[in-house]
């Protein structure tokens, strides 16, 4: 099981770190965030590998950063220089494989970018 937090109003330009906990060890999954604004399907964001290697969609890279803490078992999502844009509702995700596709999510957390 995976629960998301950390969404909230942020104005434009603002910070956001959204944290993702899981109930068992994410050493072996690749982590991932996806988002999902009103009416659009739901698109990936970022993910982490194994060996903590990441990959970022294009829209979000150099502006998100994804890390995870395998100790604690949870992954976060900094995002920085944040843009209406980025309005929309994050998902956790955790996949069995390095490219597959996520095997499990979470509920879900909004983020709301507006001044």
């Known amino acids: 099981q995976l629960a998301e937090s950390g969404g909230g109003l942020v104005q434009p330009g603002g910070s956001l770190t959204l944290s993702c906990a899981a109930d068992g060890s994410i050493f072996s999954w690749t982590m991932g965030w996806y988002r999902q604004a009103p009416g659009q399907r739901r698109d990936f964001v970022a993910r982490i590998f194994r060996g903590d290697s990441t990959d970022y969609a294009e829209h979000v890279r150099g502006r998100f950063t994804i890390s995870r803490d395998t100790a604690k078992n949870t992954v976060y999502l900094q995002m920085n220089s944040l843009k209406p844009e980025d309005t929309a509702v994050y998902y956790c995700?955790?996949?069995?494989?390095?490219?597959?596709?996520?095997?499990?999510w979470g509920q879900g957390t909004q983020v709301t970018v507006s001044s």
């Open positions: 995700s955790a996949a069995d494989t390095p490219w597959g596709s996520p095997d499990y």
